[in-house]
Structure formats: structure tokens, C-alpha cells
């Protein structure tokens, strides 16, 4: 029997669709909704790419913080464990396993192009709050 995707191909579309629920869906607040996708798409990461066992542990601490976060309402921290932030980090390490960009696998470079991929997403999530906001007020008015 064949596959239709290659695992790697389909953990990054599994990136996207993370990022795509953060900007549409997870527009302003971090839900256990969210928690939990993260947390099927981390088992995804785990049948699909190689990683180091830093790399790993970080994600299980990361992953742990996450359900803390929504489970006593710290919503000063709720951006770092929502869909935008990890879809992005899943992005960077499935793109990075593969050594098709964000240069060496190691723990200071995933952070460093973790970072750099969040803060266009989340750029990008902005953008499409504002477009949103700017389309319902154009639909009321007609």
C-alpha cells in the first residue's frame, strides 16, 4: 500500500493548518482547544521527524507549560502557547529536520528561526484581525 503524503510533507501541512487555526480561529485568546491541537500536532512531530533529545525535551516542558498556562488563567503567557506560536515552532523544526531552511539543527538555531517564523505569523494574525474587523464594519454600513 502506498501513502499519499511523505510523513515530512504532511507534518509540515500539519504546520500550517496549526498557524491557519491560529490567525482564523484563535483570534484573540489561547483556549484548551488550542492546548490540545498543539498537543496532537507535537504526536504528529514525533512519528514524522528526527530530533534530538534536547529538542525533545524542550518540546515536552513547552508542551506541559502550555496546559499549566491555560489551566490557571495566565493570560499574560497565553501568546506563547497558542496556535500562531507553535504552529511556527512545528514549521521550524519540521523544516529543519529536513535541512531545507533555517540552516543547523540544534537548539540555539531552532529558538533563534522560531522566533524570526512567530513574529511574522504573528504579524500576519494582526493583519487579519484588522481585515476583519475593517470587513464587518464595510458589511454593517451596507
Not at 500539519?14 to 480561529?25: E, F, K, M, P, R
Not at 498556562?69 to 523544516?95: D, E, N
Not at 535541512?99 to 540555539?108: D, M, S, W
Amino acid at each position: 500500500m502506498n501513502t499519499i503524503l511523505s510523513p515530512q510533507f504532511a507534518a509540515i501541512l500539519s504546520a500550517l493548518l496549526i498557524i491557519y487555526i491560529g490567525i482564523v480561529v484563535e483570534k484573540y485568546y489561547v483556549s484548551w482547544s488550542s492546548v490540545y491541537t498543539n498537543t496532537l500536532s507535537f504526536v504528529i512531530m514525533l512519528g514524522t521527524i528526527s530530533m534530538s533529545d534536547y529538542v525533545f525535551l524542550f518540546l515536552v516542558a513547552y508542551t506541559l507549560m502550555g496546559y499549566i498556562s491555560v489551566k490557571f488563567h495566565w493570560k499574560r503567557i497565553f501568546p506563547l502557547f497558542g496556535c500562531k506560536t507553535y504552529g511556527s515552532l512545528m514549521l521550524v523544526l519540521t523544516l529543519g529536520s529536513e535541512r531545507l531552511i533555517f540552516g543547523l539543527y540544534n537548539v540555539v538555531t531552532v529558538i533563534i528561526s522560531w522566533v524570526v517564523v512567530a513574529i511574522v505569523v504573528h504579524l500576519l494574525g494582526y493583519e487579519y484581525i484588522k481585515y476583519s474587523r475593517r470587513r464587518k464594519r464595510w458589511s454593517k454600513k451596507r
